[in-house]
């Protein structure tokens, strides 16, 4: 069965603090996203990587960074939190053919204070 | 760049009622076309998807979405709708400029549907 997990389903960080996010696919998928999901604003893509040490800017780039080491594994890393990064954020992946249909992540609910 | 138009952001029915949820994407030529569901507190998953073929395509739960080209359409169908339906649905677009390249999806905005027992 595929499987996304995220290593935390609730964050509190501070403002100012480096927070890292991680996802772990078990799929073997080359493709991994990071979106942020807002309510009325949809799915917002911030990063996302189509192989190993790749990286590509999405819609909504600014204030965060991603880093590919492994092929399962997808960072996103808010390098000084702020009060609008308070979202939930969720990470998915596919494959590189067929239809790209994106597996998520149960999220990571993050409150910046 | 692609985008995609839900058209009902809040939907409330009771149950037995049939439901249509409307999506439309802005690109003229060959797309994948998806539909997802976030029930409350879980994660975001695949109800079904358009890839090649026959334009009906049927889903998990008694979900049902017909493509219709020349309308630019994906629209999303449940004869009866449950209570357990009640949940956020997206719909989702895979073409050329989609946001993530050529391999990413372009989400609408989502639709909140609630079911009154």
């Known amino acids: 069965d595929v499987k996304v997990t995220q290593s935390s389903r609730y964050l509190v960080k501070r403002t100012g603090e480096k927070v890292f996010l991680e996802c772990v696919q078990d799929?073997?998928?080359?493709?991994m996203f990071w979106y942020r999901q807002d309510p009325g604003l949809g799915l917002r893509l911030i990063y996302f990587?189509?192989?190993?040490?790749?990286?590509e800017k999405g819609d909504i780039p600014e204030g965060y960074s991603v880093s590919r080491e492994k092929k399962e594994r997808f960072s996103l890393i808010l390098e000084s939190a702020s009060t609008n990064q308070t979202s939930m954020y969720l990470c998915?992946?596919?494959?590189?053919?067929?239809?790209?249909?994106?597996?998520f992540g149960p999220g990571t609910r993050l409150t910046v204070t | 760049a692609q985008s995609v138009s839900q058209h009902n952001h809040h939907v409330i029915l009771s149950e037995a009622a049939s439901l249509e949820l409307g999506c439309n994407y802005s690109?003229?030529?060959?797309?994948?076309l998806f539909w997802y569901v976030q029930y409350p507190g879980q994660h975001l998953q695949l109800l079904l998807k358009?890839?090649?073929?026959?334009?009906l395509v049927k889903g998990i739960k008694g979900f049902e979405a017909e493509f219709i080209k020349s309308k630019f359409s994906f629209n999303l169908r449940k004869p009866s709708v449950q209570w357990s339906d009640t949940a956020e649905y997206f719909c989702?677009?895979?073409?050329?400029?989609?946001?993530?390249?050529?391999?990413?999806?372009?989400f609408g905005k989502g639709t909140h549907l609630i079911i009154q027992p």
């Open positions: 998915a992946s596919s494959l590189r053919q067929g239809a790209r249909e994106q597996y």
């Open positions: 799929m073997d998928h080359e493709n």
């Open positions: 990587s189509y192989d190993v040490k790749m990286k």
């Open positions: 690109y003229g030529g060959t797309v994948n």
């Open positions: 358009y890839f090649s073929g026959d334009p």
């Open positions: 989702a677009v895979n073409a050329p400029y989609s946001g993530g390249g050529a391999d990413g999806l372009t």
